[in-house]
């Protein structure tokens, strides 16, 4: 039977029943909720990454979900509702779009997403609760790969970055030996600030070259995973588990899995 968004609403709102509800529901609050938001964002990420799109519409509910369960918290605190919800992001994504809905012209997606950024900006500008930073708006509980690619972006907007991608190469250089020497010295705070530079450089790096750090990490982890798995089968074939292998022999499994082209 087909389901609308307010069959959504009103279940979510039984949920929360002071009297009939799930007890784990009604302990919920926001800041519980957003540990489950991000996991489903992740989810929906996953399926997309795995290209198992028949599975999204479910991912997708469960996001549907997490913002449903919010708005339910925002009505019952007199804070806002779903339809309050829904209306922020009608009239921003109208404001953001003067090319479609006014009369503004743009000729590509990069002039778009250049007045997009001015959009934003000027938004920024206008709320009166916080100093105007060219920073402000990046949420601190973004990834860090992808917080460090805006923060980035947002102060190269004025100016202030590398001309290309050779000199990041020879900043990464820098970081790297900057990292050896706090090796070298035993403090862990050291090693840790240094290896941070050397992340923050490579997103750098991967700004220039047009490539989402964050997209090409997530593409080793699933390179790496699968030449893993491949590594544990080939230990599972001798009767063996992976730690009585060898580290000679699991090489050897390892540069077979890249010769198969895992």
């Not at 938001?37 to 990454?49: H, K, L, N, W």
């Amino acid at each position: 039977m087909t389901k609308s968004i307010d069959d959504l609403l009103a279940l979510v709102g039984r949920l929360r029943d002071p009297v009939r509800g799930c007890p784990w529901d009604l302990e919920q609050r926001y800041a519980t909720l957003t540990r489950h938001t991000i996991e489903e964002a992740y989810e929906v990420a996953d399926v997309i990454d795995r290209e198992a799109l028949e599975e999204l519409p479910d991912e997708l509910g469960d996001l549907l979900f997490q913002v449903v369960f919010y708005a339910q918290i925002g009505a019952e605190e007199g804070r806002f509702t779903f339809a309050d919800v829904v209306a922020a992001i009608h009239d921003k994504l109208v404001r953001r779009h003067p090319h479609v809905f006014g009369d503004a012209e743009l000729g590509s997606a990069s002039e778009q997403a250049q007045a997009w950024e001015a959009s934003k900006a000027a938004e920024r500008a206008g709320d009166s609760r916080r100093p105007v930073s060219e920073l402000d708006g990046i949420p601190i509980g973004m990834p860090a790969l992808s917080r460090a690619s805006k923060l980035q972006k947002r102060a190269a907007r004025v100016g202030f970055d590398w001309s290309s991608a050779e000199p990041v190469l020879g900043k990464i250089s820098e970081e790297l030996a900057e990292l050896r020497e706090a090796t070298a010295s035993g403090s862990r705070d050291a090693q840790e600030e240094e290896l941070g530079d050397l992340l923050f450089a490579v997103v750098n790096l991967g700004r220039h070259l047009y490539i989402d750090a964050e997209d090409a990490l997530r593409r080793a982890n699933r390179k790496f995973e699968r030449r893993f798995r491949y590594i544990e089968d080939r230990a599972s074939e001798m009767g063996q588990r992976v730690q009585d292998v060898g580290p000679a022999k699991l090489d050897g499994f390892w540069d077979e899995a890249k010769r198969r082209g895992l």
